[in-house]
């Protein structure tokens, strides 16, 4: 169900109940999600120019939602970035819903997190880049699915490669097995060779499927 179909004053924390309730994987994909970005960073967030961690590392989430997930990431990240002060994490979000742009900051903001930047916007615009980036990391959680197609997909990685930092990571977990309902002919949930098979010829390096579990999957590239 789409965030227009709830109404009342917790319609957002319903909206991400539901989600949750029809797909109990989806939990275990934002950990995933989480755990990849931590291992990277704990293997070194390094700056070829200086060969030395960020004090600073920059992500970057392709579809907010309800922020749950930012949550997480920003909390974790500053925690695992090695030895000495923690790092400053700046987050940029992207996301189409404006009542979610809005939830996404109050919640953050409340959590204590001030280096942010909530944009309000359409992956399917090829505008969406304009003036953000770079970033030492991209992710998204259930998001892709919903651009239209394998050409979509391919156009956002390629975005996406474009405003990565070399040795920057991409995480997506998203639905990797179709519906009975989907038009075969226009699949929106692509297996996970797919997704290894586009980011290999965009150029990212270093794939790993990290997690699939019922119809979704959690995978990771670098750009080189």
């Given amino acids: 169900m789409a965030l227009s179909d ?112 909530l944009v309000h916007a359409d992956l399917k615009d090829v505008a969406w880049t304009a003036g953000i980036g770079p970033f030492d990391a991209a992710f998204s959680l259930q998001t892709f699915h919903d651009l239209g197609g394998i050409d979509a997909l391919e156009a956002v990685y390629r975005q996406i490669l474009g405003i990565l930092a070399p040795g920057g990571l991409l995480v997506n977990a998203d639905f990797v097995v179709p519906f009975e309902k989907d038009d075969p002919e226009r699949p929106r949930r692509l297996p996970v060779e797919t997704h290894k098979v586009l980011l290999s010829s965009l150029g990212y390096v270093d794939f790993r499927c990290e997690m699939q579990r019922g119809k979704k999957a959690c995978m990771a590239a670098r750009r080189p």
Avoid at 53 to 81: K, P, Y
């Fill in 6 to 117: 709830f109404t009342g004053p917790d319609y957002i924390d319903a909206w991400t109940a539901d989600l949750d309730r029809r797909w109990p994987e989806r939990a275990m994909m934002a950990e995933c999600v989480v755990r990849a970005l931590v291992r990277w960073c704990n293997e070194g967030v390094v700056d070829p120019s200086e060969e030395k961690r960020h004090a600073v590392i920059r992500v970057l989430e392709l579809g907010v939602g309800a922020a749950g997930l930012a949550r997480s990431v920003l909390n974790s990240l500053a925690d695992a970035s090695g030895e000495g002060p923690p790092a400053t994490v700046e987050y940029t979000g992207i996301e189409i819903e404006p009542a979610l742009v809005l939830h996404g900051k109050e919640l953050l903001e409340t959590a204590g997190h001030r280096d942010i930047r």
